[in-house]
């Protein structure tokens, strides 16, 4: 007897887009296809599993069958996977610019890059590790000169199916009723402070690439940098919350470095490009 055989990314998208948006006519709009396309896409994904995904004989909106639920969590799994890949990938391509930049101008400098969040930075400019770090944090210490470089801007979101990303205003203190995820710190200088929670139940996560993954899957809300998820509040993936306590703001971005070690050469022409690139 054969086996299922494998689906593609794209029917996957479509299963899970129609099961967020509750029809095969929603879920074309969303994906910009017509109606008759996404049931293709649907028709041809059971064929490939051999399994029926959604009853048909409901008179409005397709419902789930047993297997269908089923496949669900694994669809919802794989789309967390290949979403932390793009957000891992995204991240990597928008620092290559100014890696590309940093080699052109300093071929002969060695390079050692460090990804860290919140506390951890200053940590490891404090330390001695790190040259200079750009941070949003103002985890002062003594002996730690702070340079703006710009900043960015955080919104608060979550995916369409999360029920704050209801098109309609919230009473105060709704989101506190829901998991927001929150970016946790691996450092001790900040350990204990909070930026920007206000919920009640918070998922702690290392990087912005994982809390990114599950704000797409639908797993809790949170607040992200606007460049980091433009494109996914511009295709519908993500929605920007409307939130009484918390409509977004801007997050200041410094150099930091030792006062007792200015910046070189090479560690000040990076300050610059920040600066510039910022303006």
Known sequence: MQG??????????????????????????????ATSAVSYAIANLEQQLCVQLFDRDQARRPALTEAGAAVLSEARSVSVVVDNLRAKVKGLLDGLDAMRAFEATLPTV????????????????????????????????PGIERIKVGGVELIPVA????????????????????VQLVLTDRSTLTE????????????????????HALLLAGIGWGNMPEPMVHDDLATGRLKRL?????????YALHAIHRTDTPPGPAAAWLIRHFSQEAA
């Open 110 to 141: 060695t390079l050692r890059l460090y990804v860290e969040a919140l506390g951890a930075v200053t940590q490891l400019v404090h330390s001695g590790i790190a040259d200079i770090g750009i941070s949003g944090v103002d985890a002062t210490l």
């Open 242 to 250: 409307d939130l009484p306590e918390w409509l977004g703001g801007f």
């Open 192 to 211: 204990g402070r909070d930026f920007s929670v206000i919920g009640v139940r918070t998922w702690r996560l290392a990087d912005l690439g994982s809390k």
């Open 4 to 33: 299922p055989g494998v689906p593609s990314l794209d029917q996957l998208t479509v299963f899970l887009t129609v099961v967020e948006t509750g029809s095969f006519a929603a879920a074309g709009r969303r994906l910009g296809r």
């Open 159 to 178: 995916a369409p199916s999360h029920p704050l990303a209801a098109g309609r205003a919230h009473a105060p203190g709704a989101a506190r009723n829901f």
